[in-house]
């Protein structure tokens, strides 16, 4: 159930008959009241012989008791209360006291006899509307402060005790929302979303992986966006605004948002965080550990992934074992490689994994305050990416997209752990979300590729087929029987034949990989053992034999982070790969 407090007005008139009219799109029915301040309102939406005029009359007399210098300007407050979908539909009852119980929450009306005159209407299925006059019967202004936070505390209640959908109590730290006139706009507009959500992941898609202010903006003028910034007399940039070309108010002019206003981490200032190093990090530059060789530059998407995944086997060690502020770095920076990854992803994938970026928007900001810097791993990942180019859906780059997804799923499920620890309920609720959809959108980028693995599994030899076999029978012997049966044992069989020709003992490296994580719970062992023994061995993830042209850079490795496909109820895996 949500709740929304309303800007305050000052005609009560407009606003009923917005409430008793038919709607922008004829969607309201049957408008009447549900609830009054007395009980006896007059309701000109079932009594024939009343007018909105003379409900106005009755709410706004306070205002008359007092001298025209001391009535507020203001003086219309509006409260909206709407179920959520899944919820069964309630009585007028019980909509009545769910409205009183929210004015006497909100300080409209504390139950003293003396509260402020307000009315519920219904105009459908599941929502309300409370409109009240800002004085009090005794003249007196209500308290009514933080109104909005005392709202959703109430409502929690409300759910638990009418079994209603529970809504995760938020922390202040979410985007605001588009407004009803926004989603309104947008509708006569036929656009898909409003445009504060379009510019948000527009700006957020230009920040992934930025270094700096210019090419921050320059990537937002590549995406057509229209930027107005704020300069300071000494000629520093304060701020910026964007605003679609198409987005015009009633003067046709462009609608602008300050950074700020789409979302508190995309105001100028914050977005300057990333590019800031503190000093121990920036004795680290390129991103390497000390003793570790410098990677090198990037030559193609497949290898911009390989170093991606690398990156973001590390995030999950930070989130699992870091301090508080480090894991909270990792999890903002995680949020740019899941939009750079949607941005470069192919056709097949694209759709979900934009969903997965956009739900884990909200599982990167908390009041943990992310110590910046630590992250550069992932944010140079997240460079990495956007300046490989599109991956292309087949071959290495899609065998590589699906090691990276793969990845990149228990990185949400891990920041849905951490997030659950801390009690952020909406993060860890958005990081899960997250998850659900990489799971579909690795399901989709590894399907060509583990059925080329499959394929050249078939084609071995019998005798190289029994010594794999022989080899998972000595190394899991209470698991192999169960993955011979799986579909993807071939693919397992032909990643041990490729780790035997490459020089690699294959029983060390089979075992090696099994005792990373348990493997009881996964969907399919073969497919998350071979991820593992191509990551650790160091091979393609697609022998050059199984597609036409290798992808630029397949051969260079020098990267060993261990990867793991998609498994059944991984939430708390993630803690327990180790």
């Not at 995760?168 to 006569?188: F, L, M, N, Q, V």
């Not at 228990?410 to 959809?437: C, D, I, T």
């Not at 939430?571 to 327990?576: G, I, L, Q, T």
């Amino acid at each position: 159930m949500i709740p929304r407090i309303h800007q305050q007005g000052s005609n009560t008139l407009g606003l009923l008959h917005y409430l008793y009219g038919k709607g922008t799109h004829e969607e309201h029915i049957d408008p009447h009241l549900v609830a009054s301040f007395d009980g006896m309102a007059p309701d000109p939406g079932r009594d024939p012989a009343v007018t909105k005029k003379d409900l106005q009359h009755l709410l706004d007399q306070p205002l008359s008791l007092l001298d025209a210098d001391l009535r507020p300007d203001k003086h219309v407050w509006h409260c909206s209360v709407r179920a959520a979908p899944d919820d069964p539909i309630l009585s007028d009852e019980q909509w009545g006291d769910i409205a009183r119980r929210m004015v006497a929450a909100t300080g409209i009306d504390p139950g003293d006899g003396a509260g402020c005159r307000w009315a519920a209407v219904r105009h459908a299925d599941d929502h309300i509307h409370i409109i009240a006059t800002l004085v009090r019967e005794d003249g007196r202004r209500p308290d009514h402060h933080r109104s909005g936070k005392r709202a959703q505390a109430e409502c929690r209640l409300i759910e638990k005790e009418l079994g209603l959908h529970q809504v995760a109590p938020g922390d202040g730290t979410a985007a605001k929302r588009a407004t009803s006139a926004e989603r309104h706009k947008a509708e006569r507009q036929g656009r898909e979303r409003p445009a504060r959500e379009e510019l948000r992941e527009t700006v957020r898609r230009a920040v992934a992986g930025a270094t700096s202010e210019e090419e921050f903006f320059d990537r937002l003028a590549a995406a057509g966006l229209l930027i107005r910034k704020r300069i300071a007399p000494s000629g520093d940039l304060l701020g910026y605004k964007v605003a679609l070309p198409d987005d015009r108010n009633g003067e046709n002019e462009p609608v602008y948002y300050a950074g700020s206003t789409l979302a508190a981490d995309l105001s100028l200032p914050r977005i300057r965080e990333r590019w800031t190093l503190p000093a121990e990090a920036a004795a680290s530059a390129d991103g390497s550990r000390p003793g570790q060789p410098v990677l090198p530059d990037v030559t193609g998407p497949a290898f911009a992934r390989r170093r991606a995944t690398a990156a973001t086997w590390q995030a999950l060690l930070i989130i699992d074992h870091g301090d508080d502020g480090a894991a909270a770095a990792q999890i903002a920076a995680a949020g740019e490689v899941l939009d750079a990854l949607a941005k470069t992803s192919a056709g097949h994938t694209r759709a979900e994994l934009r969903e997965a970026a956009s739900a884990f928007e909200r599982a990167s900001r908390s009041h943990v305050k992310a110590v910046r810097g630590h992250d550069r791993a992932l944010r140079q990942a997240a460079r990495d990416l956007v300046h490989s180019g599109p991956a292309l859906g087949r071959g290495e780059d899609g065998a590589t997209t699906a090691m990276l997804i793969d990845m990149a799923f228990f990185l949400a499920a891990a920041a849905a752990n951490w997030h659950a620890k801390k009690h952020h309920s909406q993060q860890a609720a958005a990081a899960q979300q997250a998850a659900e959809h990489l799971r579909a959108a690795y399901e989709a980028a590894a399907a060509e590729s583990m059925a080329l693995l499959r394929q050249r599994g078939q084609r071995l030899a019998p005798r190289a087929r029994q010594r794999q076999a022989d080899l998972l029978h000595e190394v899991l012997p209470d698991l192999a029987a169960r993955v011979q049966a799986e579909p993807g044992w071939p693919a397992l069989a032909a990643t041990l034949h490729d780790a035997r020709e490459a020089g690699h003992d294959p029983g060390a490296l089979l075992t090696e990989a099994a005792g990373r994580r348990e493997l009881d719970t996964a969907t399919s062992i073969s497919d998350v053992l071979v991820w593992r023994l191509r990551r650790s061995a160091h091979l393609p993830a697609l022998p050059e034999s199984s597609h036409e042209t290798p992808a630029p850079g397949s051969r260079r490795q020098g990267l060993s982070a261990p990867s793991t496909p998609l498994t059944q109820g991984t939430v708390n895996h993630s803690s327990r790969r180790r």
